[in-house]
């Protein structure tokens, strides 16, 4: 046996699951700000959907797809695990996707966008938060990516 190889598999078990939690340091304060916008991205196309969705169909939709991602981006990041890791993934470059062709939609075809949604005009309503967001959540995935070794985990 070498120094550098661990006695027992629970040696190795600690630095393996630290890398897959993403909920730690920096990680905390983003599922925070995930978790305001989940909330009031749900609030808002709830009351949108609920009041005046004949008024802009299209865009109150979208916000309801908005709160969606933000909903799951919120607790996969939370969670540990390699597939809570690609749910993670998923949900935010969905989001960056998302801000970027409702954003510029918004701009070019405004006809369909006759309200705003949390991603027209690329998130101005809230301080271009929604934009910034998901180019930070695929770098702080990025840092806490599952290590090889962590395979087997979930």
């Known amino acids: ?4 190889t661990p ?3 629970t040696d190795a078990a600690p630095k393996a699951l ?5 909920n730690t340091g920096p990680g905390r ?3 925070a700000v995930y978790a305001v916008f989940a ?4 609030a808002r196309a709830g009351y949108q959907i609920l009041t005046k969705f004949s ?3 299209l865009a109150y939709l979208l916000s309801a797809f908005a709160a969606l991602v933000y909903v799951v981006a919120t607790v996969s990041l939370a ?6 890791f690609k749910v993670s993934v998923a949900a935010v470059l969905v989001e960056l996707v998302g801000v970027v062709v409702v954003g510029a939609l918004s701009i070019f075809d405004s006809v369909n966008f006759p309200h705003e949604t949390v991603w027209s005009l690329f998130g101005r309503g809230y301080a271009f938060i929604p934009l910034l967001l998901p180019i930070l959540g695929l770098a702080w ?4 990516r599952p290590s090889v070794n962590s395979a087997g985990s979930q």
């Open 1 to 4: 046996m070498t120094p550098q």
């Open 7 to 9: 006695v027992n598999k």
């Open 18 to 22: 630290s890398k897959d939690t993403r």
């Open 29 to 31: 304060l983003l599922i």
């Open 39 to 42: 909330i009031s991205a749900t």
């Open 55 to 57: 008024e802009a169909p």
């Open 79 to 84: 969670r540990p695990g390699r597939t809570w």
């Open 141 to 144: 995935l990025y840092r806490r």
